[in-house]
């Protein structure tokens, strides 16, 4: 078990650029979540896999957002034209079918 | 009303005591209930979780869960001042473990 896996770390990009990032859940994980943090504030649901199909996206996902995870194993998480407002951690987690979630240390995104 | 609602504290406890934090809940048909930790900068790990009412305990921690009250709590006993972080208290947003919603965290210092 070697924890879920987010990269990058740390990502500065300009305003109006298009990002990615991506998680690597443990392994035979068949859930794969995504949420937002800012300081002060809880983790946010953004969207959710089972497998490789998409169950649930939050009403915060704008279109500007965009995830997949085509194999059932790792996902990815775009975000196109990004905005001041979308500086915060994304963190990812994932879990066996109606067990606990177990989070990544998160991908910390700053907008200049 | 927030779904998931908690005092964002801070609360400052000493070396020894026990702190308790509490969380409240909106929705009636929760059936079960996370505590997380998150150190500064870092990513959330579970603690503890219950889905019956009364009391679990796991070492030094004790979640409470009174259903009738929409009430969770989590008892640290003989804090350390590496208890100090956030503690976020979570509920899934269905009957699986599905999205979890999150509080805003209480912060927690305990100090020699």
């Known amino acids: 078990d070697t924890g879920v896996s987010q990269n990058p770390r740390h990502k500065i990009t300009k305003r109006g650029q298009n990002v990615t990032f991506r998680c690597d859940p443990i392994s035979e994980h068949n859930r794969l979540y995504w949420y937002r943090q800012t300081l002060g504030q809880g983790p946010e649901f953004l969207t959710y896999?089972?497998?490789?199909?998409?169950?649930?996206k939050s009403r915060l996902l704008s279109d500007r957002f965009s995830a997949e995870r085509p194999k059932g194993s790792f996902s990815t998480l775009e975000i196109q034209r990004t905005e001041q407002g979308d500086s915060a951690m994304y963190l990812c987690?994932?879990?066996?079918?109606?067990?606990?979630?177990?989070f990544g240390d998160g991908t910390r995104l700053s907008i200049l | 009303q927030k779904e998931v609602e908690q005092n964002s504290g801070p609360l400052s406890v000493p070396e020894g005591a026990i702190a308790s934090l509490n969380c409240t809940y909106s929705d009636r048909g929760s059936q079960s209930f996370f505590w997380y930790r998150q150190y500064s900068g870092k990513s959330p790990e579970l603690i503890m979780f219950i889905y019956s009412n009364g009391d679990k305990e796991d070492g030094r921690f004790t979640a409470q869960l009174n259903k009738a009250s929409q009430y969770v709590s989590l008892l640290i006993r003989d804090s350390q001042p590496s208890d100090s972080a956030t503690y976020l208290c979570a509920v899934p947003g269905g009957t699986s473990y599905g999205k979890l919603t999150f509080g805003q965290g209480t912060i927690l210092t305990v100090h020699p």
């Open positions: 896999f089972q497998n490789e199909a998409q169950l649930e």
């Open positions: 987690a994932s879990s066996p079918l109606n067990q606990p979630q177990h």
